[in-house]
């Protein structure tokens, strides 16, 4: 890959070389969520990542509460194993600066909108003229071209273009913003991902470095492929009416009598049969895909006649996908999530790992603080102290 540069110093380089993307060195230009889950899950599996932030501020999410250990949880999160280093890059030093770690880098992700790179004098041309096997992505929220380009945006604006958003919620109801952002983190994290390491293969095979245009609101309509397939097919598809959505009752939430709530996702006639054998109502079998009322008035009583734990006791045997429904603070004593061991907890606060095991020296460092690494960075480009010192100075870094 192109000009990577090891040095002494490089915690990537003394890591072990299993680990698949070592030697890769990646430039994090973004803020907040989506580049950052991008890039967190290349830096996870060994990329040399290298966040150019903003001297001062930086990325706007190292100061959202709560804070662990003098910085953002939430920024720990989903920026460990990664360097900073600070750069001001409407500057000319600074952009001469970043122009020469281009030149050793194998890849850029950016989160700016459109034509604000080129404004930059730091646009694909310029990129690729400085190095040919760079690949570059840029993260938006509609994409590099059409009417809503420039357009302000976050994940539920992008949702609501997409169209999930009016899909989720019940029956009846108003749409229901998602828990997880599901645009943010499909369309702006793991689908730019994927094309990243897609485009770093053609490198590899001898191909030049390409232009990624990620979009976040396409990510959020490729989710509903399925969806526009069963609507261009002449179903109902709405609000709580849809096959996973409260249309059937083989595939619902149910609410117990405590408060507590229970997934039932007996799609299949063998998990529905066991079901309705367990709930002792052999009478609802042949109503597993009825529009009939009866069968939802049915499972809705007999849920609500019971506590989620007696549920959970009486059903935790049956092979029939019924599982109950956690609250994020039962989420890391469950047995299953612990016997993975998903979830860990550091000075810097609460980290989930890897959820694709591929090494067990997946954690290097944590998340870094704001320019932690402008010398060590710097220097690697040959940069001394008495001229990083002018750099500061001047406010370049």
């Not at 096959?243 to 507590?260: E, M, P, Q, T």
């Not at 008035?297 to 019971?306: G, Q, T, Y």
Request: aromatic share 6%; proline share 5%.
């Amino acid at each position: 890959m192109a000009g990577y540069r090891k040095s002494p110093t490089n915690a990537v380089a003394r890591h072990n070389l299993s680990m698949p993307l070592t030697g890769i060195r990646i430039l994090d230009l973004t803020r907040l969520l989506p580049g950052a889950y991008c890039t967190l899950l290349l830096a996870d599996m060994g990329a040399d990542v290298i966040k150019v932030e903003e001297p001062g501020a930086g990325d706007y999410m190292r100061w959202t509460p709560p804070l662990a250990g003098g910085q953002s949880a939430l920024f720990n999160a989903i920026n460990r194993n990664k360097r900073s280093v600070t750069l001001n890059l409407k500057a000319d030093a600074g952009r001469d600066l970043l122009l020469r770690l281009v030149q050793g880098a194998d890849v850029l992700v950016e989160g700016n909108r459109p034509g604000v790179m080129d404004r930059l004098g730091l646009g694909w041309e310029v990129v690729h003229a400085r190095n040919p096997r760079l690949v570059m992505c840029s993260i938006t929220g509609y994409g590099q071209d059409g009417p809503f380009a420039s357009r302000a945006g976050h994940d539920l604006n992008y949702m609501a273009t997409a169209g999930g958003l009016g899909l989720n919620g019940e029956r009846d109801g108003p749409p229901v913003p998602p828990a997880v952002q599901v645009a943010d983190i499909g369309g702006g994290g793991l689908q730019p991902a994927v094309a990243i390491l897609g485009a770093l293969v053609g490198v590899q095979r001898g191909g030049e470095g390409r232009w990624i245009d990620a979009s976040m609101t396409d990510g959020a309509v490729s989710w509903l492929a399925l969806a526009l397939a069963t609507h261009a097919g002449g179903e109902t598809v709405a609000r709580g009416h849809q096959r996973l959505s409260g249309r059937f009752a083989c595939y619902r939430v149910y609410a117990c009598k405590d408060g507590g709530y229970y997934s039932v996702a007996a799609l299949e006639p063998k998990f529905w049969s066991a079901l309705c054998s367990a709930l002792e109502r052999p009478d609802l079998v042949d109503l597993q895909y009825s529009d009939d009322s009866v069968v939802h008035v049915a499972l809705e009583e007999m849920f609500a006649s019971r506590t989620r734990l007696e549920w959970q006791r009486r059903l935790s045997a049956l092979d029939a996908c019924c599982e109950p429904v956690l609250d994020i603070d039962e989420v890391p004593s469950h047995p299953q999530i612990a016997a993975r061991r998903l979830i860990e907890t550091h000075e810097t606060g609460v980290e989930v790992r890897p959820a694709i095991r591929l090494s067990e020296g997946w954690r290097r460092r944590d998340a870094p603080r704001l320019g932690e690494h402008s010398k060590e960075v710097l220097a690697e480009l040959g940069i001394d102290d008495s001229t990083l010192e002018e750099l500061k100075t001047a406010g370049v870094i």
